[in-house]
T-cell receptor
Framework: QKEVEQDPGPLSVPEGAIVSLNCTYSNSAFQYFMWYRQYSRKGPELLMYTYSSGNKEDGRFTAQVDKSSKYISLFIRDSQPSDSATYLCASDTGRRALTFGSGTRLQVQP | DAMVIQNPRYQVTQFGKPVTLSCSQTLNHNVMYWYQQKSSQAPKLLFHYYDKDFNNEADTPDNFQSRRPNTSFCFLDIRSPGLGDAAMYLC?????????FGPGTRLTVL
């Protein structure tokens, strides 16, 4: 079993839709949770960073962590074609070594 | 403006011919990482440096080596590349728990 599981998609939505991306994890020692966006043939770009459980909002993006159910979510409001990319969730126990999910490919149709 | 720089962006080598990938950073972060990412897969941590302290992941093949001569630079050496080593190689840096990635070097092995 992978430590971080993520539905690979692809997920296709119309422009303006609310997008929900999800991951589950199995390692109870994970304390830090991130979402990265990766465009084709580029390096991952940090979008959101949260510590422990709770919500964090940044513009159109909201990250949620529920440690009791080991569930990580990213919501994108008013999705744009420029949001089309692969979204990677990642977790860290604090030893500064990330464990990534395999990524969900998102396509926002104009 | 680039903060994590990787050279070259594309590298072609022959089966068994040693190759070196380089990474530099302008962030003065004390931790540097090398990840391997194959197509449609999660980035996989190979090793990381905490200052000069080298940390090798248990499942990183001996074929992969790394050097960090100073804070700004880190190198990935692949001693005898095989066809299975063709991938995107990502360098990242961090100062706390947020990791910042370079654009990657895409390695092709002929």
């Amino acid at each position: 079993q992978k430590e971080v599981e993520q539905d690979p998609g692809p997920l296709s939505v119309p422009e303006g839709a609310i997008v929900s991306l999800n991951c589950t994890y199995s390692n109870s020692a994970f304390q830090y949770f991130m979402w990265y966006r990766q465009y084709s043939r580029k390096g991952p770009e940090l979008l959101m960073y949260t510590y422990s459980s709770g919500n964090k909002e940044d513009g159109r993006f909201t990250a949620q962590v529920d440690k009791s159910s080991k569930y990580i979510s990213l919501f994108i409001r008013d999705s744009q074609p420029s949001d089309s990319a692969t979204y990677l969730c990642a977790s860290d126990t604090g030893r500064r070594a990330l464990t990534f999910g395999s990524g969900t490919r998102l396509q926002v149709q104009p | 403006d680039a903060m994590v720089i990787q050279n070259p962006r594309y590298q072609v080598t022959q089966f068994g011919k040693p190759v070196t990938l380089s990474c530099s950073q302008t962030l003065n972060h004390n931790v540097m990482y090398w990840y391997q990412q194959k197509s449609s897969q999660a980035p996989k941590l190979l090793f990381h440096y905490y200052d000069k302290d080298f940390n090798n992941e248990a499942d990183t093949p001996d074929n992969f080596q790394s050097r960090r001569p100073n804070t700004s630079f880190c190198f990935l050496d692949i001693r005898s590349p095989g066809l299975g080593d063709a991938a995107m190689y990502l360098c990242a840096t961090s100062v706390k728990n947020e990791q910042f990635f370079g654009p990657g070097t895409r390695l092709t092995v002929l």
